[in-house]
């Protein structure tokens, strides 16, 4: 079986061709847009889906030829369905619909978050029930994956999530963006305890996550020594350190509950993912890799060009959903809010994301 897959949910334009042979991953195309939004500090919508429109056409043809397949070695067509900048979604599930129809191939919408969430039972053959900590620019989740379509979530973020916390704090250092591999590549150099950050909600019970407090304590010390522009090099090092030390420890600590959660709902569980932008950073997968061995857990974190946004995990999570018989309808509506889990409570606090 072989999908392809599309991935237009935010500013990457994606494309891939997945089978369930090895190797599975046969082409793997991703277009960044980083050069289109860097001026502006962030990502345009509008900008972005124009971008979409101006190139999935020419990366469709390139994947096939990658792979070195046309359309009748398919078995479907997917595109992230949502949740996501809306503009962007419905380029890539007019172009996935638009095939499907044209070349009578099943056509699959497929949650951004699934894709990021099965990606490790694509490099890992991760078993169900597992463990998981979806770690985005947009999300923060700690997750049962159950089976495919089948999530529990176990908590959420009460304000922002932790990839946004990273791109928040690399502004305020005057780091650019994406701030996530800034930060990381900074706090190379810096020490992490030079400047003592907040670990909001530690010991408190439970699994949601909350990082407002964090960047309010950073910007004041920013703001304490003079302004963005007065830091000196090693200022924005140990700030970087102590930003991601401070990110990663609440992250920990809170997949702690998880895991306590975890084993007593699913005592044969045995895996702890990590999954989504903020997985590739190697602090954090240190620090959990250590947590899941305590807790005799497996830790699987699926290389970093897979965390971050990519085709072959909307691919893969279209072809686990096609093998299941999930297959959508042509009158699919592009969802700018999905959540994996529609049972759970709506969280509190101020800019929760689904
Ligand atoms: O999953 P993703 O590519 O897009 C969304 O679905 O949001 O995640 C992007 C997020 C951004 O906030 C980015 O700063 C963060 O992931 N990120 C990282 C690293 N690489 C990307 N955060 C920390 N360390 C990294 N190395
Ligand atoms: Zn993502």
Same mark, same amino acid.
């Given at each position: 079986m072989q999908v392809l897959g599309i991935e237009t949910s935010c500013d990457e334009t994606a494309v891939a061709i997945v089978r369930d042979r090895h190797p599975r991953i046969r082409a793997n195309l991703v277009l960044s847009q980083l050069a289109e939004h860097q001026r502006f500090g962030g990502i345009v919508p509008e900008v972005a889906a124009r971008a979409h429109l101006g190139h999935l056409d020419r990366l469709v043809g390139r994947a096939l030829s990658a792979? !070195?397949?046309g359309w009748d070695a *398919?078995? !479907?067509i997917a595109a992230t369905g949502g949740p996501g900048l809306i503009g962007g979604v419905m380029v890539g599930v007019m172009l996935a619909k638009s095939?499907? *129809?044209a070349r009578e191939l099943p056509f699959l919408a497929v949650n951004h978050l699934e894709g990021h969430a099965l990606t490790a039972r694509l490099t890992d053959d991760v078993p169900f029930p597992f463990l998981l900590l979806l770690v985005s620019g947009g999300h923060c989740q700690l997750l049962v994956v159950e089976g495919v379509g089948r999530y529990r979530r176990l908590g959420t973020t009460v304000d922002d999530a932790a990839g946004e916390c990273f791109d928040k704090g690399a502004k305020l250092v005057g780091l650019g963006f994406p701030g996530g591999p800034a930060i990381e590549g900074a706090a190379a150099k810096g020490d992490p305890t030079r400047f003592p950050l907040p670990r909001? *909600?530690? !010991?408190?019970?439970?699994c949601d996550f909350s990082f407002s407090g964090l960047k309010t304590a950073l910007r004041e010390i920013v703001v304490a020594r003079g302004g963005t522009s007065a830091l000196s090099e090693q200022d924005v090092a140990d700030l970087s350190a102590s930003l991601q030390a401070a990110i990663s420890d609440s992250l920990v600590e809170r997949t702690t509950h998880a895991i306590e959660r975890f084993h007593g709902q699913h005592p044969t569980g045995s895996h702890l993912v990590v999954a989504g932008g903020v997985a590739a950073n190697r602090a954090l997968r240190a620090s959990l890799s250590s947590l899941a061995a305590g807790h005799d857990l497996v830790f699987v974190a699926p290389p970093p #060009?897979?965390?971050?946004?990519?085709g072959a995990m909307i691919a893969w999570a279209? *072809? #686990?959903?096609l093998k299941a018989g999930l297959v959508d309808g042509l009158d699919f509506a592009p969802r700018p809010r999905w959540p994996l889990d529609p049972t759970a409570p709506k969280a509190t606090g101020a800019g929760v994301k689904a």
């Open positions: 792979a !070195g397949v *398919l078995d !479907g095939v499907a *129809l909001p *909600l530690r !010991g408190r019970p439970g #060009e897979l965390c971050t946004d990519n279209a *072809l #686990e959903r």
